[in-house]
């Protein structure tokens, strides 16, 4: 059985500390620093007049956080499960000059995003938790029209592999990465961890996925084992 929202919620209410910092707390993400740093990079290239960011699955805000310091002024829009994340995300983001900060508590899958209202959105180490196709197309859909045109979507989780071969030697890569920080014991504790809670979907999944919700264009931003970061972008009026 996987874990429940509720569950998931708990667990995030009791962890803001970590979390607050990128380096501890996405330790067992590999190139958290680097796939950061290229949304970051690209976001400023694609949408260099940007005025609204929304943050799914913000956490203590780390995103959004250096986002501000390549667009500054961001109107900025938090939504994640755990309000005590959300508390610790609104304060940072406040502190950091955003114009304006707005703090949804909410499941993606069910709170209203509204339409056109965002030039960027941040979605890291959060489509990892929808379970279903049918929720995958759901959400898709509600991100590509929460975009105002011209807009674009970056991802950064963890994925899978279409290919069973590609898959098994994607997930040896990443044991070895998690062993490499602690020891076996480690890695299997976070593989548990995985099968448990997440349920992540091949890149090539998500991206058709993308594509029929509406995304005119989505590219690869850095792959690295069982992580993926890329940009989906909305076509212009």
């Not at 260099?48 to 250096?66: E, H, I």
């Not at 949804?104 to 899958?109: K, P, W």
């Not at 759901?138 to 279409?162: I, T, W």
């Not at 264009?217 to 690295?224: F, G, P, Q, R, T």
């Amino acid at each position: 059985m996987k874990s429940s929202v509720e569950e998931i919620r708990r667990r995030f209410d009791a962890d803001v500390e970590r979390f607050s910092n990128l380096q501890t707390g996405q330790s067992s993400t590999i190139d958290a620093p680097l796939s950061l740093k290229l949304v970051v990079e690209c976001a400023a290239a694609i949408s260099p007049g940007a005025k609204s960011v929304l943050d799914v699955g913000c956490g203590a805000g780390n995103y959004t956080l250096a986002l501000l310091q390549r667009l500054p002024g961001l109107r900025s829009t938090l939504l994640d499960l755990s309000q005590p994340m959300l508390e610790r995300a609104r304060q940072r983001v406040a502190a950091a000059g955003a114009t304006q900060v707005e703090t949804i508590q909410g499941d993606v899958r069910e709170v209203d995003l509204g339409e056109g209202r965002h030039d960027v959105i941040l979605a890291a180490a959060v489509l990892h938790h929808l379970r279903t196709e049918a929720e995958w197309r759901v959400v898709a859909r509600k991100l590509f029209a929460s975009l105002n045109p011209g807009g674009a979507l970056f991802v950064s989780d963890l994925v899978d592999s279409a290919i069973p071969g590609v898959k098994a030697v994607m997930w040896n890569r990443y044991g070895q990465y998690l062993a490499s920080l602690k020891d076996a014991a480690y890695r299997d504790h976070v593989f548990a961890y995985v099968e448990r809670e997440d349920s992540p979907w091949p890149v090539t999944f998500q991206f058709d996925t993308l594509r029929a919700a509406g995304f005119a264009a989505v590219d690869v931003l850095h792959k690295n084992a069982c992580f993926a970061t890329y940009v989906a972008v909305k076509a212009a009026s």
